[in-house]
């Protein structure tokens, strides 16, 4: 697998982090990515996140071999030695909403998958304790997902606008 | 798998909420050693609101324990999705509110490498000002808190007292004690009131005379050293593992500071030392934060001295508001005036991660926009959220009156964990 | 106390007064604080505004041996059940400042985390608006609770008045009770 680095329009400079390297990898080749990540010297995991491309307005920019699902799982992970990021970005469709879980590799991203798992829906295969993280444990629903509202409870004598 | 990396695993008590509130009376004594199974808070009085631990005891020693958040859970990135970016700054400050500044900086931080746009000098400057400012009201209600966790009632009052001189100057300068508002995308709200290098000048010279106040009543006291000595020791390579930054990192003698090796702002054009501790026991995560306090004094000083003149925000005026005068006068300004505030500046389309080096760690935002006047996803990785996950380790064999301590020096914020 | 028992007149009118103002003079609050409002409460704890003139710096963490509490930051879903637990371990006679504007009414936070307001599941005496009220707000607040101790019926029956369902806390309690309370008056802010 190449890297990509994808640029942002005129980096601020002053930001002193360099240009950002991303790296989208299928499903199938994900913990094995993440293992040879952590073998060349990323020992940090710094975020496990995901996103919903459900009402997603622009174009949405992957490489030729990568097909766009709904959801996209975002890792971003650190070297100290090397003093570089560098953040993965894997697709994971809406129908079968399960991806490897890294604990064997990061430990620090158990909590980060649960809230996943909580926000989004996702499961996390190999996880030793997928439970509700944020939610109380009988909550129905994903709150982050685009599909579910906002659940606004409307004001009296306030016209102001907002989803419901 | 060295003994190290199996050891912090095995501290975790794998029981989830629901099955622990099914546990009858009778049950909560399981396994072979007679364990039980207590429950800690969400509110107990330990005054760093409310986590919940679920702890299996043998007597009154730890084995494994848990800790249960979500209690403050807000909804914050979802908030932060129907908010413009001009609003998100008062959703994101409300998340780690011991340190506000901090959180509106990493989100304009990131909002700005979307845009792309380029800050004038002062506006780095202030941001780094207040940023700092804030480190130090953030370490000293820490001291407070743990002082109190500890036993120490004086230690409360200490800190309060300091932390008002601080609270006093923000109040100042951005018009509140709390949740400020103050960073905005852009630069900030408002330029320093005249006289502020006075104001300054006396909280850097009334501080570390007060610190060594502390030092002299806290440091050396036999209680205090008792209390935190050898208590939540934690290893380099499990906080590695477990995700851990900050404080409680660099106490374990890890020199990893965002600050010195990944600077943004103007930190390479300032001067100070990265605090890093030996063992990573409690009274380590003391000396570090205390210490961390005086190389803050240190960056003021020097931020006194270096401070540029010009603009406090860039003079982009799709991004900025015009002057409240200007309204009046130019019809362009109405109308910029006006789009800002309802309906926002459009960000181009990207994703960006970026992250600060926080009073309790490494605070990121990870944002991502589609083209339009509010964020597609804004998720902030608080640095307390992954801490947390170290306390099992920190907790085990220790006993459950050290319980308070120990979570007091983790400090961990619930805004920010359950956002 | 027995003393809504007593018919009131002369004499007892003077110890009814007499009770109120004792009862105003050390009302202690129990911790309730859970975010940002809590650190100004804890601030109105600390020696710059000092909430020990009034007899109130004994913050306990039993509630039953609390008089007060002070709603201090936004209740998520998962914490109401926790809320009403301890305000129903409180002994009478108690009292609930809503301090925030989440706790009062949701604050900026309206969406499925937060409940909106906390007088969907206490009934609350003083609200104070502020995000997050200064100090000065606070205490305002307190002295405005001690006037509606001193001036008011000797035991709030609140309960009367409103019509709170106390449903069963150990099943799941998102359930929103309808009160309809008035308080005596709103603490104005700063």
Redesign the interface.
Known sequence: MSLEPSDLKALNAYLKQGVQDVLFVPREKYLALMSKLYDVGFHFLSDLTAVDYLTYKGKRELPADIKAERFEVVVNLLSHALLKRIRVRVQVPEDLAEIDSIFSIFPSCENFEREVYDMFGIIFKGHPDLTRIL??E??VGH?LRKD??????P?HFKESP?PL | MSKVEKDHRQSVLRLSETQA?ALDIDETIIGPGETMIVNMG????S?H??LRVMLELEGEKILRSKPVI???????E??GEELTFVQGA??VT?MD??SPLNNELVYCLAVETLLGVELPPRAIWIRMLMSELNRISSHL?WL??NGMDVGSTTM??FG??E??LILAFFEKTTGL???HNYIRPGGVAADLPDGWEDDVEVICDTIPVRLEEYDEFITGQPIFRERLTGVGTLAAETAIELGVTGPLLRATGVPWDLRRTMPYLAYDQVEFDVVVGTVGDAFDRYAVRINEIRESVKIIRQILEKMPKGDYRVQDPKITPPPRARIDESMEALIHHFKIFTEGFRVPEGECYVAIESPRGELGCYMVSDGSAKPYRMHIRAPSFANLQSLPAMLRDHFVADAVAIISSLDPV??EV?R | MGLEKIPYNFLTGKLEDLVKWARTQSVWPA??????C???M??VG???FDISRFGMEVFR?SPRQADLMIVA??V????AP?LRQ?YDQMMEPKWVISMGVCAST?G???????V?GVDQIVPVDVYAPG??P?PQTLLHAILTLHEKIRSGEIMNRRDKHSRVFVEDI?S?A?VRHDIAVKPVRVARPR
């Open positions: 939610m109380p009988d909550w709150p579910y509202p906002v659940s606004r409870v004001v907002g | 509130n969400p509110q107990h009085p005054t609101g409310v979500g209690y403050l859970h807000t909804g914050m979802k908030t008062t959703n409300r509110y011991l209600m407070a808190t409360m009052i309060f007292r932390r008002e004690r709390m949740n619930m805004g359950d | 911790t309730f604080g859970l975010a940002c809590a650190i100004e804890m601030a600390a020696a710059d963490a930051g936004r998520s879903q998962k914490m926790i301890v949701g900026m936070f309206n969406n499925y985390a937060i909106q995000c997050p200064s150990s799941s998102y």
